[in-house]
């Protein structure tokens, strides 16, 4: 019998998208990871960019509740390595 051949990990490629971009406080976006790599994937956002987690989900939802600009960040890991974006 032939041996199969075990390719190891992709390491991740962090992408999103969301459902809104732009609307009036509170305002409750909808975000979901388009993220690429080898499975189990490991996901953290911070939906304001202050460094602190906010969730843990690779489709979450969040409200702002103060009218603003804000950075997402997404960072996406697995066994092979991690990606933000």
């Known amino acids: 019998m032939p041996k199969s051949l075990q390719l190891p990990p992709l390491a991740p490629i962090a992408a999103f998208t969301s459902?809104?971009?732009?609307g009036n406080a509170p305002l409750r976006v909808g975000f979901s990871s388009?993220?690429?790599g080898t499975a189990p994937l490991s996901y953290t956002w911070d939906f304001n960019n202050d460094g602190e987690p906010d969730s843990s989900e690779p489709s979450p939802d969040y409200i702002y509740?103060?009218?603003?600009?804000y950075t997402v960040n997404l960072t996406v890991s697995n066994g092979a390595g991690s990606d933000s974006e």
Not at 19 to 22: I, L
Not at 65 to 69: D, F, I, S, V
């Open 65 to 69: 509740t103060a009218p603003g600009m």
């Open 34 to 36: 388009k993220s690429t």
């Open 19 to 22: 459902d809104v971009q732009s």
